[in-house]
């Protein structure tokens, strides 16, 4: 087996330790959390885009980033027939979560379509179709 550095040592990881007392962090002094918005509106065809600006004080933690966002369609129908939503998220190149919802309407005058997401590592949100 080879190691990153000749002197470190080998060990398990973390949560296969279940009865181990954990070590204690000493090195970060403290943290918090940091809310962004868009840069852009939102259209239908662009992708939601953030600037998270960097600095040399402060650590991103991207193992702890968190995005939280609360969706909410509100839609009057008048001679709509049919409704078919696509969301696609990409978390990384490995994980992808899509939701798709297709509704069959025949005399429903208003929808209210509420998604409220949790994803961490999130690294594009794509409406991908809206008719």
Known sequence: MSFLHAQSCECL???????????T??????????HYKPISSLTDD???EFVVPGNGKEYIDLAHTMLSSDVELKLKLNELKELKL???????????LKLKLKLKLNELKEL???????LSELKQLKLIEFK
């Open 13 to 23: 990881k973390s949560k296969l330790l279940l009865f181990d007392i954990p070590p």
């Open 112 to 118: 209210k379509l509420k998604l409220k997401l949790k």
């Open 25 to 34: 962090q000493t090195t970060i002094e403290g943290s918090h959390w940091i």
């Open 86 to 96: 696509k969301l696609k998220f990409k978390l990384n190149e490995l994980q992808e």
């Open 46 to 48: 662009s992708p939601i």
